[in-house]
């Protein structure tokens, strides 16, 4: 198995993260209708409008060895987002966590929390890692609260860095270095304990 390849399955006790397959397809979609996430312009979710290009997107960059795409479950099987490491980097040893969506029914609990640790823990302590990144639309000011939550810091502001759906998108980006691991794991369990039981 090549770790930088090779998808895993990350288990916890709110989630699991298992590798995206195309029988996902509307099971995602499904998850993105609650809450009518595809509305949200300055989201990358936006592009399920056209689910099959979106998928074949994202298999396309796991083909390059580039992301790692996974869908979201609930312990009871029930697909509620996706996420993946992505911009995925060997020879420099980092990634990205992004293309990040959850069902509106589970957010403010403790899957989002439980997903990034998951997600954390492989490309730190199995990728081995240097940093970690993390990108979201300067508008989407709940997804810049809930990576500061995290524990990621504030790297700057990538100005008119892409077109998104006709307009100039703004990025934030957050990243978490290797140093910095230890305590942000703490930070994490500390933030999942509130949802045990």
Known sequence: MNVWR?????????????PLTLEDRDAVVAAAADG?????????????????KFLAAAFRECDYGRAMPF????????????TRLMRMHEQHRRVEIGGT????????????????????THAFEVLGCNV????TDWFNRNSQRAIERLGAKRDGVLRAHQMLDGRVRDLVVYSIIACEW?????????LLARHQG
């Open 101 to 120: 969506f959850y069902a509106r029914s589970v957010q403010r609990t403790g899957v989002n929390t439980e997903a990034k640790k998951l997600l954390l």
């Open 182 to 190: 230890p305590g942000v794991r703490v930070n994490l369990e500390h």
């Open 132 to 135: 970690v990144q993390i990108r």
């Open 71 to 82: 869908a979201v479950e609930t312990p009871d099987g029930r697909v509620v987002g996706l």
């Open 6 to 18: 090779d998808a895993p399955t990350l288990r916890g006790r709110h989630v699991t993260l298992r």
């Open 36 to 52: 009518d996430l595809t509305e949200l312009f300055f989201t990358n979710v936006s592009g399920l409008a056209d689910p099959d």
